[in-house]
């Protein structure tokens, strides 16, 4: 029996440790796996590599995609009867497809046509996203890790502007990721917890007002001295517009963003009068594995391990979700749900895990468990000693 596993869409700190779950479980299972090089794109090229004989260890300490990533939809029958000549060229009889919203619609397509063509193939989604916007379950493996990344940034960099403010920069912001939901925006609140982080978070969810806004950061200049500010970039005008609307759109059809955290510094320099600084973490903030939440990395392995399981068991045309069963102690189990069900939808931020500006306790007990933990990667010659698959690079 063989198995495909490919990653797809925005990487993250951990999407390595699923494919270290999926593949060794495989492994484990007698079966033989080949990995698609660069999503369901590379399939479609039939770019796949066996990894029987790779030694994959290192997966687990190694962030972004080790097999490359893509953005594609599946958005013709051409396509889809090229990977099932595929499918049946190397006998493949379960693929796991390792993504967010988009790659569960494409899952869930190769499920339908499996079971219309009465095609021996099992599909399972395993999820993955920093966005944390996957529906159905209770948080989204990567997420844990980039909160981590986020709400140490915020704080230090708040730390910086705390000690410059006097006769320097007076307003520091941070541009977050976040198209349509707040997670990761809030995250920086998350600094709290040790008493500094921002004084200002600007959530999607919340209708931008700059007025409102900048009384705000007033405010918090006559009080303190000093304004830090996260602001996602998905944050809308009361008419809809983006912010920051790049004026174009991705491969999914999405509206390119970027360029908020300069916009809303902007906003402060020409009404205020004040000096400000922006910072936008961008890929960093996906990629940073060197403080990657022990429980994000552990769960990570987990959903990839359980699809595994599942798909042996029979089950197919499911994401794995992640159930919480306490906070104290911290406790999962791992549960399914259809992947239409999840196929492009969001999961926003609850309204009662922020106010206007601010994160509530609500949204710190809920995140706090995910954050927790170090699982450092091994160093070599000061720095990180990531894993670099030669034969994918030979692909």
């Known amino acids: 029996m063989k198995v495909l596993y490919a990653q797809s869409g925005g990487v993250t700190s951990v999407i390595n440790a699923s494919a270290y779950g999926v593949l060794d479980e495989a492994k484990k299972a007698g079966l033989e796996v080949y990995v698609g090089i660069h999503g369901i794109s590379g ?43 595929i499918f049946e060229k190397y006998e493949i009889e379960y693929f796991f497809y390792n993504g967010g919203n988009d790659s569960m619609d494409t899952a869930w397509r190769l499920h339908n046509e499996a079971q219309k063509r009465n095609f021996p193939l099992k599909v399972i989604g395993v999820p993955k996203t920093i966005d944390n916007d996957l529906p159905y379950t209770d948080h989204c493996p990567g997420y844990g890790s980039a909160a981590k990344y986020i709400a140490t940034a915020m704080m230090e960099a708040t730390l910086d502007l705390r000690s410059m403010y006097a006769d320097s920069t007076r307003v520091f912001v941070m541009e977050i990721m976040g198209r349509h939901a707040g997670w990761l925006a809030a995250a920086a609140g998350l600094g709290w917890l040790n008493g500094i982080g921002p004084d200002i978070i600007l959530f999607p ?12 950061v007033d405010e918090t200049i006559r009080r303190k001295g000093y304004c830090s500010i996260a602001v996602s970039e998905g944050i809308k005008y009361e008419d809809g517009f983006f912010v920051a609307d790049m004026g174009y759109t991705d491969s999914f059809g999405n509206r390119q963003l970027g360029g908020v955290g300069f916009t809303i510094a902007g906003m402060v320099r020409s ?39 599942l798909a042996l068991s029979g089950v197919s045309g499911v994401m794995v979700t992640i159930k919480r069963i306490s906070n104290d102690p ?66």
């Open 43 to 85: 399939v479609l090229r039939e770019n796949l590599l066996r990894i029987n004989d790779i030694d994959i260890e290192g997966l687990r300490y190694t962030p972004s995609a080790a097999f490359g990533s893509c953005r594609r939809k599946l958005k013709n029958q051409e396509d889809i009867n090229k990977l099932f000549e």
């Open 205 to 216: 969810e919340v209708v931008f007002n700059k007025e409102r806004f900048l009384d705000r």
């Open 271 to 309: 009404e205020l009068s004040l000096k400000t600084h922006v910072a936008i973490p961008d890929y960093l903030q996906r990629s940073g594995r060197h403080i990657a939440s022990k429980t994000d990395v552990e769960e990570a392995e987990g959903v990839g391990r359980e699809a595994v399981r």
């Open 330 to 395: 911290y406790k999962v189990e791992f549960k399914t749900v259809e992947l239409n069900k999840v196929a492009e939808q969001t999961k926003y931020l609850p309204e009662d895990f922020h106010n206007e500006f601010e994160v509530t306790d609500k949204f710190i007990e809920y995140a706090k468990p995910l954050i927790e933990g170090e699982f450092f990667p091994p160093f070599k010659n000061g720095l990180p000693d990531y894993l670099i698959i030669e034969e994918v690079e030979q692909q």
